[in-house]
């Protein structure tokens, strides 16, 4: 049996789909990438590529698409070496791991989310217990922990001795005029560090599902939340359409609801990538100046991963990035189409 997805069949997709019109003539149309079978299909950023893996299989079992996917993020959110989601997420200025997560069940048209969530590793788990068990969308700070501890969670430290270090470094290093002293030299402490899982997923009824867990920017202003934990902005699901959500700079894509956007854009016809894509575009013409250079390119990386009630699936960034995507058949890395080189 021939593999669709193989390298040659996917690079002649590719070879066809740049031969064909473009979106215009500054953004060329990027490849589109099919399920195998149409079915069984999970996107998400890169670090979901033992997600999308774990989603499938549970799908494949019979599990729901937002179970499959939950346990699919849950992989990130408790493991202490990614230092964008969960356990081991990096803290905001005061050295306090706040989370923020979002999912929505395309079947049941509910939504679920957290924000600023202390001491519980796993707020994806949260967000769906809002989903089910409430008739609220959004629980926020204390009130969402007191929620998680009344089903049992446990409180816990979520700093890591990695991400305390990671933290007293850039507290140290902060500003000339602070009253810390500075970390020698030879322990830089690198570019603000942002992170985030989104994983979308369907299964072979078609039913579609989305979520997305963070511990949001580094060294923020404690009580912020980024686009996570917004519907319709770090994940949006219409279980007629499709589903798409975000990593990056939150703020951005908070001002475009680039979730829905994406979605509804495929709506309108598109392609995942496509969507993505025109998506990007309204960020860009949304983003306040101090966001963009002076030849119009955003300050800031951003970037969408989105599937169709097809199967068929894609992700789109401002600057060249990968996500990970499995159809059916394995799980894999691929580029995103990026909306500007490098
Ligand atoms: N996209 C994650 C955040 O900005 O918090």
């Known amino acids: 049996m021939t593999d669709p997805l193989s390298r040659r ?5 590719a070879a066809a789909v740049a031969a064909a019109p473009s979106l215009d003539a500054r953004f060329p149309a990027p490849a ?13 950023s890169a670090n979901g590529i033992r997600g999308v893996t774990k989603a499938v299989e549970l799908m494949t079992q019979g599990a729901d698409t937002l179970d499959a996917g939950v346990e699919g993020v849950k992989i990130q959110e408790l493991d202490p070496e990614d230092m964008s989601v969960g356990y081991g997420g990096l803290p905001n200025e005061e050295g306090v791991v706040q989370l923020d997560a979002s999912c929505m069940h395309g079947p049941s048209r509910r939504a679920g989310a957290v924000a600023c969530l202390e001491g519980i590793k796993t707020p994806s788990e949260v967000a769906r217990l809002v989903l089910k068990y409430t008739n609220h969308i959004l629980l926020v700070g204390a009130g969402a922990k007191r929620f998680a501890l009344s089903y049992g969670f446990k409180e816990e430290d979520l700093l890591t001795p990695r991400s305390r270090e990671a933290w007293l470094r850039w507290r140290a290093n902060r500003g000339r005029d602070d009253d810390w002293v500075d970390v020698p030299a030879g322990q830089p402490i690198g570019p603000r560090p942002t992170g985030t899982i989104n994983l979308n997923t369907i299964n072979a009824k078609g039913e579609i599902s989305s979520v997305t867990t963070t511990s949001g920017l580094a060294w923020k202003i404690p009580g912020r939340s980024g686009d996570s934990p917004i519907v319709g902005a770090g994940q949006y699901t219409d279980n007629t359409i499709g589903a798409a959500g975000s990593t990056g700079l939150g703020e951005a894509n908070i001002m475009a609801c680039g979730g829905f956007l994406t979605v509804e854009h495929m709506r309108q016809g598109m392609k995942p990538t496509d969507a993505a894509l025109a ?3 309204r960020v860009l013409a949304m983003a306040p100046p101090r966001l963009v250079d002076e030849r119009g390119r955003p300050r800031f990386q951003l970037e969408f991963y989105a599937l169709n009630k097809a199967g068929e699936f894609g992700s789109a960034s401002f600057f060249p990035s990968k996500y990970a995507a499995h159809d059916g058949r394995e799980g894999r890395i691929l580029d995103t189409a990026p909306l500007f080189p490098r």
């Open 9 to 13: 069949s996917f690079l002649g997709t």
């Open 32 to 44: 589109v990438i099919r399920s195998s079978q149409a079915r069984y299909a999970a996107v998400a």
């Open 279 to 281: 998506t990007l575009k």
